[in-house]
């Protein structure tokens, strides 16, 4: 059983940025992959990033490449998703996610674990 625990969101204006973090119990992190999601009002939880367990290797959906970056601190048992040059479409509730073994996840299906997620704004 993992827990997550997010933490870092909150308002920014656009242009600004913000770093999330994810904070997971137990002693078996390093072999998690961590993925990162985002929901907004009346719509599904979209990929964000992901971060596998080995390697490690990262990926992005389109809309954030060049602008997030995804890494991990296996001796915190913490994943990070720093966010630069924010927009307000980046708006969503933001949540960690955790699957163990897999080379990579982008589907929340795949995953088994998951956070209560933490809001993140971005509005003038």
């Known amino acids: 059983q993992v827990q997550l625990v997010e933490s870092g969101g909150g308002l920014v204006q656009p242009g600004g940025s913000l770093r999330l973090s994810c904070a997971a119990s137990?002693?078996?992190?390093?072999?998690?992959?961590m993925g990162w999601f985002r929901q907004t009002p009346g719509k599904e939880r979209d990929f964000v990033a992901v971060?596998?367990?080995?390697?490690?290797?990262?990926y992005y959906t389109d809309s954030v490449k060049g602008r997030f970056n995804i890494s991990r601190d296996n001796t915190k048992n913490t994943v990070y998703l720093q966010m630069n040059s924010l927009k307000p479409e980046d708006t969503a509730v933001y949540y960690c996610?955790?699957?163990?073994?897999?080379?990579?996840?982008?589907?929340?299906?795949?995953?088994?674990?998951w956070g209560q997620g933490t809001q993140v704004t971005v509005s003038s």
């Open positions: 137990g002693r078996t992190f390093s072999s998690y992959t």
């Open positions: 996610a955790a699957r163990q073994f897999i080379a990579r996840a982008f589907s929340q299906s795949e995953y088994h674990y």
């Open positions: 971060i596998s367990w080995n390697g490690p290797n990262t």
